[in-house]
T-cell receptor, first 114, second 108 residues
Framework: GAGVSQSPRYKVAKRGQDVALRCDPISGHVSLFWYQQALGQGPEFLTYFQNEAQLDKSGLPSDRFFAERPEGSVSTLKIQRTQQEDSAVYLC????????????FGPGTRLTVT | GQNIDQPTEMTATEGAIVQINCTYQTSGFNGLFWYQQHAGEAPTFLSYNVLDGLEEKGRFSSFLSRSKGYSYLLLKELQMKDSASYLCGTTGANNLFFGTGTRLTVIP
């Protein structure tokens, strides 16, 4: 079956622009996660959804970051007024249930802020 | 909080065995996982240990000692395609905490 997909795969934004990153999880997966991965680092947790409910947003670095999953499937991560330090790969992952340690990751969106 | 340490880089020879170590300190421990990530690609799940001991899965094995806060990933019969980053981490209430990863290079 189809895996997790993300779009766009690459995004270049000028500092101060808003961006929206999309994630299509595996169908039927209840849990959806967003991670940020800087070059040479491991993924860092941003936020977690169980169905449409955002249960944990403790990893969002600032109030410029906003995520939603209005119908419990597709999710969007929005970054307002992008800064250079936002440049990273943004990974989306989904899992069948909340306690699953086996998460299925998408290919990521590489964001470059110039 | 969470603190996870693993070597930054390792090199090993095709056909050999390599052991990648990971130490961790967590405020609450549920389990320890390993993921593989090829350059420019998504991480993929390898193993998950909750109890002490060795779990074998084909050419890959993972070991856990909860009392020592220590794990290792053992890769046997190395192949060139095993060149990748190996991410150790622990599970939190709602997410995975990843280490910085060990970049393994397999040479002929």
């Amino acid at each position: 079956g189809a895996g997790v997909s993300q779009s766009p795969r690459y995004k270049v934004a000028k500092r101060g622009q808003d961006v929206a990153l999309r994630c299509d999880p595996i169908s039927g997966h209840v849990s959806l996660f967003w991670y940020q991965q800087a070059l040479g680092q491991g993924p860092e947790f941003l936020t977690y959804f169980q169905n449409e409910a955002q249960l944990d947003k403790s990893g969002l670095p600032s109030d410029r970051f906003f995520a939603e999953r209005p119908e419990g499937s597709v999710s969007t991560l929005k970054i307002q007024r992008t800064q250079q330090e936002d440049s990273a790969v943004y990974l989306c992952a989904s899992s069948l249930n909340r306690q699953s340690y086996e998460q299925y990751f998408g290919p990521g969106t590489r964001l470059t802020v110039t | 909080g969470q603190n996870i340490d693993q070597p930054t880089e390792m090199t090993a020879t095709e056909g050999a065995i390599v052991q990648i170590n990971c130490t961790y300190q967590t405020s609450g421990f549920n389990g320890l996982f390993w993921y593989q990530q090829h350059a420019g690609e998504a991480p993929t799940f390898l193993s998950y240990n909750v109890l002490d001991g060795l779990e074998e899965k084909g050419r890959f094995s993972s070991f856990l000692s909860r009392s020592k806060g220590y794990s290792y990933l053992l890769l046997k019969e190395l192949q060139m395609k095993d060149s990748a980053s190996y991410l150790c981490g622990t599970t939190g209430a709602n997410n995975l905490f990843f280490g910085t990863g060990t970049r393994l290079t397999v040479i002929p």
